[in-house]
C-alpha cells in the first residue's frame, strides 16, 4: 500500500538521517536516485504544525545547518501527532552539519536538563527539557532547547519508537558491543521501569533489543544513556552502505512515512539537505559531550550546565570539535574518580590506577567458561592487570557464548564484563573463532606491546575506544567503557597483560 498523501513527507528528514549515518560509497549515484524522490514530495503538504516551522531559523543555501532530532516516547502514528497527550521527549540531540570544517558534530541533551519551557501564556517557566514536547510539541521544544544553547536550529526531525525498531530489522539489525548484561522486568516489585533482557557481549542486535539498549537508564544517567546512543550513531554508520538505503528506500519510506514527523518537505529543501548530507556523510562523526552537572543531592535531579561549561560546549558544537578524553563527566562522576583515584594501587610499570592480579586464573567462572568453550577450540585470556576499583559484574561476569552473523553461522565467543567503579561505566574482554567480525574493520593502527600486535581503535576525544589482538585460534579485544574512562595507558597495560586460562 503506497502512503498517503499525509504521510509521504513525514519519512524524508528519518531517511535521511539514516543516509547521513551511512558510509558514502558513491555520493552522485546517490543523488541521482534520491533526486526522483525528491520530485515526487514536492506535490503533498507538510506534516508539521505552522507553530513548529515558524519557530525554525532560516539558513541561505549552501551553509550549514542544525537538525534537532526528537525521539518520542510513544508507538503509534496516533501518539506521534498526539504529542500534546503527554508524550515526552524521550531522545532530543542536534546534528550539525558542515562538510567544509570536515566533520559532522553530534550532541546529546540529557532530558533531564534544567531548561526555560515556554508557557502558553507567554514567558518561561524552568522544568526538565523533555516536558517541553508535552507542554507544545516541537515548537516548544525547539525554542526551548535554542534558548538554553544559544544556537540556530534550522530542521526538526520527529523520530517514533516505531521508525527507529522497524528500520534496524529492515538494514538486517546491527552489531553492538554490549558491555554488560541489562535485564528488567519488573519482577521486583518497586518502581516500574522498562523491560530490558540484552545479554553481555558483541551479538547482533535488532529492533526492539536495539531499542531497549539505546534508551535505558535505570541503573545508569543521562551522561551514560546519551554516549550510549552516540556509540550506537558511530557503529550504525560504520556498518550501514548508502546504496543499501537506496535500494531500499521504498519500504523505509512506509516506515518512515508512520512514524515520523519533519519541517524538510520542499524538493529545494530536500535536495539542499540531501546534498550537504552525502557530502558530510564519509567525513567523521564528532560526539560533542554535554558538559553538564549532577547534584549529589538525591532530591535534586536536575542536570546543570555552568555559563562556562556552555560557552565551551557551544563553540565546541558549532567549530565540530571533539571534547579530549572521556565522552561523559558530571560532577558526581568527577567526584567519585578523584575519590577511587586516590585509592588505587600505584605499580611500577603500569599505568596508573592498574593492579595484577594472575591469581584470578583460579576463578570458578573463568574455568566453566574455558570448559565451555574448549568444543569451539577457543583459548580464553583474562585480564591480570585490572583496575584497583570494581571488578568482575555480578550477572555474567564471565559469558560463553555463540555469535550468531546474519548469514546463522555461529562462532564460539565469551565476554568478560567489569565494573569501572562509577555508575553506568564497565569495560571487557572480548573474544571470538570469528575472524573478521564487523567491529575490526574500521580504521585503526598498529603498535607492538609485550611481544603482541595490538590494533588500536580510536574514539572521539583521542581515548582508545578498544583494542584487538589477533591469535592463530581467534581475535580477542579490549573495549573501553561506553564513555571512554579509561586512559589509552590503561587499555594498552590491560590489552598487553591478557593471560591464557590453562586448559
Not at 504544525?49 to 532560516?58: H, P
Not at 564528532?286 to 555552568?306: A, C, E, M
Not at 568482575?392 to 564460539?412: E, F, L, Q
Request: proline share 4%.
Amino acid at each position: 500500500m503506497q502512503p498517503t498523501k499525509r504521510q509521504w513527507p513525514q519519512y524524508i528528514g528519518a531517511f535521511f538521517v539514516i543516509v547521513l549515518l551511512a558510509g558514502v560509497a558513491s555520493a552522485s549515484a546517490a543523488l541521482l536516485q534520491l533526486e526522483g524522490v525528491s520530485d515526487t514530495i514536492e506535490e503533498f503538504g507538510t506534516a508539521l504544525d505552522t507553530e513548529a516551522k515558524g519557530a525554525l531559523d532560516d539558513v541561505p543555501p549552501g551553509k550549514p545547518q542544525t537538525l534537532l532530532l526528537i525521539g518520542s516516547d510513544k508507538r503509534s502514528k496516533k501518539a506521534v501527532d498526539g504529542y500534546r497527550e503527554a508524550a515526552l521527549s524521550d531522545t532530543l540531540m542536534l546534528v550539525r552539519l558542515d562538510p567544509e570544517q570536515g566533520a559532522t558534530a553530534v550532541m546529546s541533551i540529557p532530558r533531564d536538563t534544567k531548561a526555560q519551557i515556554p508557557t502558553k501564556g507567554g514567558g518561561f517557566r524552568t522544568a526538565k527539557i523533555n516536558e517541553a514536547f508535552s507542554d507544545g510539541g516541537p515548537n516548544y521544544s525547539i525554542r526551548s532547547v535554542r534558548k538554553l544553547l544559544d544556537v540556530p536550529i534550522h530542521h526538526v526531525v520527529i523520530i517514533n519508537f516505531g521508525a527507529f525498531q522497524r528500520a534496524v530489522n529492515r538494514l538486517g539489525c546491527l552489531y553492538q558491543d554490549i558491555d554488560r548484561t541489562y535485564f528488567n522486568d519488573n519482577s521486583q516489585g518497586g518502581d516500574r521501569y522498562a523491560t530490558i533482557d540484552v545479554k553481555s557481549g558483541y551479538q547482533l542486535l535488532c529492533g526492539q533489543d536495539s531499542l531497549d539498549w539505546v534508551r535505558y537508564r535505570h541503573l545508569d544517567s543521562d551522561f551514560v544513556r546519551g554516549a550510549r546512543q552516540q556509540e550506537f550513531l558511530r557503529s550504525a554508520k560504520s556498518q550501514i552502505a548508502a546504496s543499501q538505503i537506496v535500494n531500499d528506500r521504498k519500504t523505509l519510506i512506509r516506515i518512515f512515512a508512520t512514524y515520523s514527523q519533519t519541517d524538510i518537505t520542499s524538493s529545494t529543501a530536500i535536495l539542499s539537505l540531501l546534498k550537504l548530507a552525502l557530502n558530510s556523510a564519509e567525513q567523521p562523526v564528532r560526539n560533542v559531550k554535554f558538559r553538564g552537572d549532577t547534584s549529589l543531592d538525591p532530591s535534586d535531579t536536575f542536570v546543570t550546565i555552568s555559563d562556562k561549561n556552555l560557552a565551551t560546549m557551544r563553540r565546541e558544537f558549532t567549530q565540530l570539535r571533539a571534547a579530549r578524553g572521556a565522552s561523559a563527566d558530571s560532577t558526581e562522576v568527577e567526584t567519585v574518580r578523584k575519590k577511587t583515584t586516590k585509592k588505587a594501587v600505584k605499580k611500577r610499570g603500569l599505568a596508573k590506577g592498574l593492579i595484577r592480579v594472575p591469581s584470578e586464573v583460579g576463578k570458578p567462572e573463568l574455568a566453566k567458561a574455558s570448559f565451555d568453550l574448549a568444543g569451539g577450540k577457543l583459548p580464553l585470556y583474562f585480564p591480570s592487570v585490572r583496575l584497583a576499583q570494581g571488578g568482575y559484574t555480578s550477572t555474567d561476569g564471565v559469558r560463553a557464548y555463540d555469535i550468531v552473523s546474519r548469514t546463522k553461522k555461529r562462532y564460539p565467543s565469551f565476554r568478560i564484563s567489569l565494573y569501572y567503579g562509577e555508575n553506568g561505566q564497565y569495560y571487557g574482554v572480548q573474544g571470538t573463532t570469528w575472524r573478521r567480525p564487523p567491529i575490526l574493520d574500521e580504521q585503526h593502527r598498529s603498535v607492538e606491546r609485550n611481544g603482541r600486535k595490538l590494533e588500536l581503535y580510536g574514539a572521539p576525544g583521542g581515548r582508545y575506544r578498544l583494542i584487538a589482538w589477533r591469535t592463530p585460534k581467534g581475535v580477542y579485544w579490549v573495549s573501553n567503557t561506553v564513555s571512554n574512562r579509561l586512559t589509552n595507558a590503561q587499555m594498552l597495560d590491560i590489552a598487553s597483560n591478557l593471560r591464557r586460562v590453562p586448559g
